[in-house]
């Protein structure tokens, strides 16, 4: 067997989050935070309490002045952390000093243009330092995805892609042979946020993914609810919740970091909940 071909075959921190979430009967959940809203400390305190609270993934969100795809809660969020003098080193440095004992595999959502402006080889090593499992780089041009895919997985990190709905078979198919861990699977056209409902195209959508990829399916944008599990759990291998979570760590008059923190802790203990029936 090829170098090459062993990073392909390899299990990851991230496909093993997600085998044994199937092995254990649950859809494997996700939640999605703002590094640095309101600062690092608390983020690191509110990944730890998501940790205890048994979710199988988290993203962090790397802070970008114009983000991708971001709906008006994150984007706010986003605003909030750089006013407060949030940078790329300060996130890393947290998160290295981090003891991962106990924590799941974490994966920053972070734009290629922080990327690109840090050097490629440059951020996936500090990536490595800082023990993340792979990246989300909504923003990454199709045609320079292979390039980036062989880097990141050269340094045994996943790379995460995204589809969207009514995205065409061939552009799928292309999107899929440089993406590894699992596929993330928009639930919705447009920019993040909580929806009411999950559309009946996208669980369509889903049946046909599973037959072009055996990568784990997990759906994010619009799902915040527990009754969106119940409609995704036949069809889906998680669900990735972000607008509902960084909602709840908005600033509040009276309400401490702390307080938000559990607000966070007790929503997501339901979604967990939700994601084991």
Known sequence: ???AMSLETAATPISQAFARAKAEGR???MPFVTAGDPDVAATIRLVQSLAAEKVDLIEIGFP???PIADGPVIQASYTRALNAGITIDRILDAFRALDKQGMPPMIP???YAIVMRRGVERFLKEAVAAGFSGLIIPDLPGDEAGEMFQAVR???LDLIQLVAPGT???RVRKVLASCSGFVYC???VGI???RKSVAGALVDQLKWLRKETKLPLAVGFGVSRPEHVATLRTAADGVIVGSAIVRRCEPQEGRTADGAIREVAGYVHEMVEACAK
């Open 186 to 188: 928009l639930g919705v």
């Open 192 to 194: 993040t946020g909580e």
């Open 1 to 3: 067997m090829t170098a």
């Open 168 to 170: 065409s078979p061939e």
């Open 27 to 29: 859809t494997a959940f």
């Open 154 to 156: 050269a340094h045994g």
């Open 109 to 111: 959502m972070v734009s």
């Open 64 to 66: 970008y002045s114009d």
